[in-house]
């Protein structure tokens, strides 16, 4: 029997799987505030929908993390109050995040999400960690796709300059 080759759930983390975990948990919190903010902006009914699915994922995989931590007798790091509902129309025109804004802005962070999933997958020795990030992973994949759709159906997308190839006659 070699090392750590056991039940996962009975071998230790590793500095990297706690540093990993505990900087995904603290950074999925702030992002379900801002997330919360974010859809009292949002006037469309899908992105608004979109904005819900993200928020319920993100306490999913903060409910996941947590009960991992705890297990594992690490401190969990701070949460940010709920963000209250606000009606759109009292937020002044200049003030609101537009639309296309948001969801450029979650479309990086689901980008970034997919990074940090990976990282962490890569640096795990429990195959329980690596699995739950990678369900996670595939998680926010499919988001990703669902905004990457919604961008293109209702014209927010704005994709890098297109390289098309010219055919040459020789």
Known sequence: MGILSGNPKDEPMHYGEVFGTWSFLSTAKGMIAGYQTLLNHAGDEDLQKLLVNVIEAGKSEIQEIETLLKENGI?????????????IE????????SDPEITASLSKDIAAGLVACSQIIGQCVREDVAMMFGQFHMQKAQLGA??????????W?????????????C
Do not use: D, Q
Request: glycine share 6%; net charge positive.
């Open 75 to 87: 401190g969990l790091p701070p949460t940010p109050p709920e963000r209250p509902n606000a009606r």
């Open 90 to 97: 009292s937020i002044p025109v200049g003030a609101r995040f």
């Open 146 to 155: 669902k905004a990457l759709k919604l961008n293109k159906e209702k014209g």
């Open 157 to 169: 997308l704005v994709p890098p300059p297109l390289h098309v190839r010219e055919t040459v006659e």
